[in-house]
């Protein structure tokens, strides 16, 4: 069974970064037929995806057009862990914030339990 | 605005039958796998339906999912107080090389 565990924290100042860690147990971050993605919620805009990153014989990163400028996902195999950095934060990237495994059904198969991060000075 | 397009709302009574529709273009649903997740308030989503009209273990044959063309759609029959949530469609889009979702159908089980 696959559990994600996610740590970070709730409060993030505008212009700064947002930093999430999805801790994995069940799987292996490099495990060539899972995807690691980074998806946020919230009431003004739903669930948004904001990206993946997997590990097929060597690293791949799919992006939001959204973010893809101030986003990156940092895999660490000796935690067997995924990190998000959102750079430059506005009040619009309060969200709830969610990693999930794309498995073998190609669906989000798993999820963390969200972090609530708010924008505000 | 989202790139896969859902009415806002829906409403039924218990026991009564709903329909959730998705519509998008050929370079997401047209050309790709449909999922429908639900979304309970306070927790984490969950897969109802994968690769248009599949279940997962667990999930009620009350759940069925279709894909015709460029749209699908999300059906639960025999409605519970406990369908009440809010439900996404999502698709890979080529075009975009990303997931994309639909902006969310919010069912309520007067």
């Known amino acids: 069974q696959v559990q994600l565990q996610q740590s970070g924290p709730g409060l993030a100042k505008p212009s700064q970064t947002l930093s999430l860690t999805c801790a994995i147990s069940?799987?292996?971050?490099?495990?060539?037929?899972?995807?690691w993605n980074w998806i946020r919620q919230s009431p003004s805009r739903g669930l948004e995806w904001l990206g993946r990153?997997?590990?097929?014989?060597?690293?791949?990163?799919d992006y939001a057009v959204s973010v893809k400028s101030r986003i990156t996902f940092s895999p660490d195999t000796s935690k067997n862990q995924i990190s998000l950095q959102l750079n430059s934060v506005t009040l619009e990237d309060t969200a709830v914030y969610y990693c999930?495994?794309?498995?073998?059904?190609?669906?989000?198969?798993?999820w963390g339990q969200g972090t609530l991060v708010t924008v505000s000075s | 605005q989202s790139v896969l397009t859902q009415p806002p709302s829906a409403s039924r009574t218990p026991g009564q039958r709903v329909t959730i529709s998705c519509s998008g273009s050929s370079s997401n649903i047209g050309n790709n796998f449909v999922f429908w997740y639900q979304h309970l308030p306070g927790t984490a989503p969950k897969v109802l339906i994968y690769r248009n009209n599949r279940r997962p273990s667990g999930v009620p044959d009350r759940f069925s999912g279709s894909k015709s063309g460029t749209s699908a759609s999300l059906a639960i029959s025999e409605l519970r107080s406990e369908d009440e949530a809010d439900y996404y469609c999502a698709a890979w889009d080529d075009s975009l090389s990303a997931w994309v979702f639909g902006g969310g159908t919010k069912l309520t089980v007067l």
């Open positions: 999930a495994r794309e498995g073998s059904t190609s669906s989000f198969e798993d």
């Open positions: 069940g799987d292996s971050v490099s495990s060539k037929s899972a995807a």
């Open positions: 990153t997997y590990y097929r014989s060597k690293w791949y990163n």
